[in-house]
Structure formats: structure tokens, C-alpha cells
Nanobody
Framework: QVQLVESGGGLVQAGGSLRLSCLAS????????MGWFRQAPGKEREFVAA????????EYADSVRGRFTISRDNAKNTVYLQMNSLKPEDTAVYYC?????????WGQGTQVTVSS
């Protein structure tokens, strides 16, 4: 069982920045593929970004590419999402996601609100 705990959400004005963190449990964090998803009110959960186990590869949704950066620190069991140039449409609950073997794990989510 892997537990994921997000932090760093909050209220920010458009054009501002936030950094989300996700602390994962377990001794083999470097073997987890990590990612971030988000869900806005009335919408389905959508992919935001992902990072490979060695951090050698990253992927981004078109809507955030160039503004968001995903990274990880395997020594700290933590994955980050640096969000710059935030827009009101980025408002959502952001969820940390881990793929461990064939299993998927989710955090409880952290609210990000961007005011115009």
C-alpha cells in the first residue's frame, strides 16, 4: 500500500505561482512512476503531468506545457509540480498519482484556486 500526501495548494492571483508537493510512502519510491491530475467543478479528472522513475522523461498536458514543471527528489520520496503563470482555468483540486507495478494510487487532493 502506498500513501500519497499533497501539500502546497491555495489561493493565488492570475499570473502567480504555486508549488505543489506530494510525499509518498514506501521504500522504493524510485520505482514509482509519478504524476499529477486535476479535477475542476463539474468536470472529469484530467491528466496534468507525469515523470518517469528516473526523472529522465516528463509529459505534460497541452494546456499546461511551458507553464508547469514536474520534478522529483527520490531521496525525499517527493514529487513536485511548479505552476507558473497561473490562469483562472487552472482552478481545480490537484491529485498526486503513483503507478506501482500494476497498481494505481491517489492522494486526497489539494485545492488550487486562481482568481482573476
Amino acid at each position: 500500500q502506498v500513501q500519497l500526501v499533497e501539500s502546497g495548494g491555495g489561493l493565488v492571483q492570475a499570473g502567480g505561482s504555486l508549488r505543489l508537493s506530494c510525499l509518498a510512502s514506501g521504500r522504493t519510491f524510485s520505482s514509482y512512476t509519478m504524476g499529477w491530475f486535476r479535477q475542476a467543478p463539474g468536470k472529469e479528472r484530467e491528466f496534468v503531468a507525469a515523470i518517469s522513475r528516473s526523472a529522465g522523461n516528463t509529459e505534460y498536458a497541452d494546456s499546461v506545457r511551458g507553464r508547469f514543471t514536474i520534478s522529483r527528489d527520490n531521496a525525499k520520496n517527493t514529487v513536485y509540480l511548479q505552476m507558473n503563470s497561473l490562469k483562472p482555468e487552472d482552478t481545480a483540486v490537484y491529485y498526486c498519482h503513483a503507478v506501482v507495478g500494476w497498481r494505481n494510487y491517489w492522494g486526497q487532493g489539494t485545492q488550487v484556486t486562481v482568481s482573476s
